[in-house]
C-alpha cells in the first residue's frame, strides 16, 4: 500500500526537491496550473512567511504541489483574512489515480498546523475547466456564485472552510 503525505516544501530533503522539479503536467493543463519551474520560481524568488509551498509525496517520491498564498500576496478576488490555493499540479505519470482528491483531503490539516489563524481557503477555477471544478466541488468546496473574467475565460471563486 502506498503511504501519501501532504508536507511543507520546507521539509523535502535535496534529494526530493530535485525529484520536484522533474514533475510534469500534460499540455493542455499549462494554461490553468503553469508548470512546476513557474510555481517553483514564485515560491522561491518572494521568500515571505505569506507564500507557502506544499508537495504531495507518495512513498516519499514528490508526486504533486501548490502554494498558499495570504496577507498582502492574497488576489483581489479572495476574502480578506482567507488563504488561496494556486498552482495546483499532479505529475501526469500519476494522474488518474485519485491523488488529486488525497491532496485536497491532506489541504486543511496542512494549512491549519501552517496558519492557525485562516478559517477559509478560496480557489480560482476556469469555469471551463470541468474535471478541476468536479473534483474540488466533490471535495465539499462551495461554489461561491461569483464568476469574473480571468486570463482564459470567465472563473469561479470557490470556498472552503476549515
Known amino acids: 500500500m502506498m503511504k501519501n503525505q501532504v508536507v511543507s516544501y520546507q521539509t523535502l530533503t535535496d534529494a526530493q526537491r530535485k525529484q520536484l522539479e522533474g514533475l510534469e503536467i500534460l499540455p493542455e493543463q499549462l494554461p490553468f496550473s503553469g508548470d512546476i519551474y513557474c510555481a517553483l520560481n514564485t515560491l522561491l524568488v518572494r521568500s515571505t512567511a505569506d507564500i507557502e509551498g506544499f508537495v504531495l509525496l507518495e512513498d516519499d517520491q514528490p508526486v504533486g504541489f501548490f502554494m498558499l498564498k495570504r496577507g498582502e500576496f492574497l488576489p483581489a478576488w479572495a476574502t480578506q483574512g ?11 505519470r500519476m494522474q488518474g489515480k485519485g491523488l488529486g482528491k488525497v491532496f485536497l483531503q491532506g489541504l486543511p490539516d496542512a494549512v491549519r498546523a501552517k496558519w492557525p489563524d485562516i478559517q477559509q481557503i478560496m480557489l480560482s477555477v476556469d469555469a471551463d475547466n470541468l474535471p478541476a471544478l468536479n473534483l474540488y466541488l466533490g471535495q465539499g ?5 461569483e464568476a469574473y473574467k480571468g486570463r482564459i475565460g470567465y472563473e469561479r471563486r470557490l470556498a472552503l472552510t476549515l
Open 141 to 145: 468546496w462551495i461554489d461561491t456564485g
Open 82 to 92: 482567507s488563504a488561496t490555493l494556486h498552482a495546483l499540479q499532479i505529475d501526469r
